[in-house]
């Protein structure tokens, strides 16, 4: 283990200075806290953890011996401001501190010790960070199950990780009682709501009944989300040994020095400066005003949920995304922060003027995209909505990452405005090493040149998938001397470091020897103006083998036949072997809330009985 005690932070400190990412996170802090809070939340912190006793104290302290005192010391210090708004809820900081006192001794008095898995399947609500937290602070990684999932997939992924406890909505207790034979590490399953079942725990009543003093502290970053999940089953992404590594002791130690590990945090987290946080400020509570609209399972939401957890911000949860509603709550609660995939904008951009016409819009700073591809129309139709709505600014703003690298990418609204090419890539390499491969010559490519998409990140310095570790080996690559994570992806940078995705890898069509990726394909069609979302699949071909199908979902009340849609792609100037060959209109698109679409669920129909490549 290495140490990270007070020598280690200060030989670290002129590397990090000079990063404007780190000076840019530290006046986000200065700014969202506020001076005199900024204090009182630094001075709580060192006299709840002891360092303020002496200088020897001070000199021998320890960054995990930090976290969970910096915690209740933000939540002590914002006492009185709204943290969570859920439904018809609404709590305040000390409210949502008391409960989470009284869960973390209640999970605590069920034997849960640390690194015990405590898995959620948990509907969008306060429950889920009060579960996080408490989580975090008695040391127990929380998996975050998708509850889109089937039941087999649900299984699989409960027992990969051999969780001794399951948090779970009330509205999936049936499904749990159907399945817990074969969950055989589940001891406890505690339900939301004041009531449960016979052999399951209310979520209420172990808060009532449970002591509200400080639980036995043993620190984890509780962060435990599964992949998407769209090529496969969904594997279960370590996070609390990464991003947690500084702050617990019980996180594994990176292969990396403590100085290289804390320029990789600051890179993560500046997302925060970048997307705007030196700048947002409610005009009456003064800080940021989060709406978090997609499933909390999704690790790209967690970019909606950070100032919240870090800033004493305040989130607006909503249970189930709904494009009215959303509209609704901007402003209603006066929404300066927002993330959303781009499935979401499409609905929302779809309403009839009458109703998406009647909202005012312009507290609205920083609306993140991401977990997708948007294309350039969608990126410029959501700002001309925003601004048509009250915004004096462009809005849009989207990253680049995934459940392993999490953000790598930043695209900000100054890089389009200076260049609207910009438009058509996910924005510059701001929060993670990110470069472009070519692993038929094993050179780095140069800009312009296309390959694969290469991260280097803070998630992924000891990236692991619990129950399944050697999986995370095989997207790993040593390159001169560095391991870099490869996600898939083929793309290219230009000179400026803005990198441009061109096709997923696992998605590639290969049609008479010829590689053919879908999302070129995808774009085209989407910029059809009937047309609401797109999959372009593998469809098999006696002669080519495999050919690209597009699966088109149109607008509400909207009709077009299938040669129009090729007629469409060829007036698009795609290449004839780019055209597809076969068209099929469908109701809907096998396509998550949370932007993700399992293309195999739509091949397979397709290749039943027939031997297909990959």
């Known amino acids: 283990m290495q140490k990270k005690g007070f020598g280690q932070v200060i030989r670290a400190l002129p590397s990090l200075a000079s990063m404007e990412q780190a000076r840019g996170l530290l006046r986000t802090f200065f700014k969202q806290w506020g001076g005199l809070s900024t204090l009182r939340i630094l001075l709580n912190t060192g006299s709840k953890a002891g360092h303020l006793r002496s200088l020897r104290s001070l000199l021998s302290f320890r960054l995990e011996n ?170 279960n992404v370590n996070y609390f040994d990464s991003i947690g590594y500084a702050f617990s002791d019980l996180a594994a130690t990176p292969d990396v020095p403590l100085e290289e590990y804390l320029r990789f945090m600051a890179l993560q987290f500046s997302f925060m400066y970048y997307f705007g946080g030196t700048e947002i400020s409610d005009p009456v509570t003064k800080n940021m005003r989060c709406l978090i609209p997609g499933p909390l399972y999704h690790a790209g939401t967690i970019a909606a949920w950070v100032p919240f957890i870090l800033l004493g911000g305040t989130g607006v949860i909503m249970k189930k995304f709904d494009p009215c509603e959303f509209l609704r709550l901007i402003e209603n609660e006066r929404i300066n922060w927002v993330f959303v995939v781009p499935a979401m904008l499409e609905k929302i951009l779809s309403l009839p003027d009458e109703i998406k016409n009647r909202y005012d819009l312009s507290t609205m700073h920083t609306l993140i995209c991401a977990a997708a591809p948007a294309t350039p129309e969608l990126k410029k139709a959501a700002n001309e909505y925003f601004r048509s709505r009250g915004c004096h600014k462009n809005v849009f703003t989207e990253f680049y990452g995934s459940s392993e690298t999490a953000v790598a990418t930043v695209l900000l609204p100054q890089d389009y405005e200076e260049n609207l090419r910009r438009y058509e890539s996910v924005g510059k390499a701001r929060c993670a090493e990110t470069r472009i491969y070519d692993p038929a010559t094993g050179h780095w490519c140069p800009p312009g040149g296309d390959g694969h998409v290469m991260i280097r990140s803070l998630t992924t310095l000891n990236l692991n998938y619990e129950g399944s570790p050697e999986q995370a080996g095989g997207a790993l690559r040593v390159i001169d001397g560095l391991t870099w994570f490869d996600d898939g992806l083929t793309g290219h940078m230009d000179e400026d470091g803005f990198l441009y995705l061109t096709g997923r890898n696992k998605e590639m069509i290969i049609t008479g020897g010829v590689n053919i990726f879908p999302n070129e394909i995808e774009t085209a069609i989407k910029r059809h103006a009937k047309v609401l979302d797109v999959a372009v699949i593998r469809y098999p071909h006696k002669e080519l083998g495999e050919v690209p199908a597009a699966i088109v979902q149109l607008k509400d009340g909207q009709s077009v036949c299938a040669d129009e849609i090729i007629d469409f792609c060829k007036q698009q100037s795609l290449q004839g072997f780019k055209v597809p060959r076969y068209v099929e209109i469908v109701d809907a698109l096998p396509r998550h809330i949370d932007g993700k679409m399992r293309k195999k669920d739509l091949e397979d129909r397709f290749w039943a009985g027939i031997e297909r490549r990959g």
């Open 66 to 235: 930090l976290a969970p005192h910096f915690l209740v010391s933000l939540w002590e210090v914002f006492g009185d401001r709204e943290a969570l708004i859920s439904e018809t809820r609404r709590y305040t900081y000390a409210d949502m501190k008391a409960r989470i006192m009284r869960l973390a001794n209640g999970m605590q008095s069920l034997g849960l010790r640390p690194k015990d898995r405590c898995a959620e399947l948990l509907y969008n609500g306060n429950e889920f960070f009060e579960a996080f937290f408490a989580c975090s602070l008695i040391g127990c990684p929380m998996p975050f199950l998708n509850w889109h999932m089937g039941r087999e997939d649900l299984i699989d992924a409960i027992n990969a990780t051999r969780a001794r406890a399951l948090i779970l909505s009330s509205e999936f207790v049936p499904e749990v009682l159907a399945i817990r034979d074969r969950i055989p590490t589940v001891e406890h399953c505690i339900v939301t709501g004041d009531s449960a079942p016979e052999g399951m725990i209310s979520y209420e009543d172990l808060i009532r009944q449970s002591s509200g003093g400080m639980p036995d502290i043993r620190f984890i970053v509780a962060l435990n989300p599964y992949t998407g999940g769209t090529t496969g089953t969904p594997k």
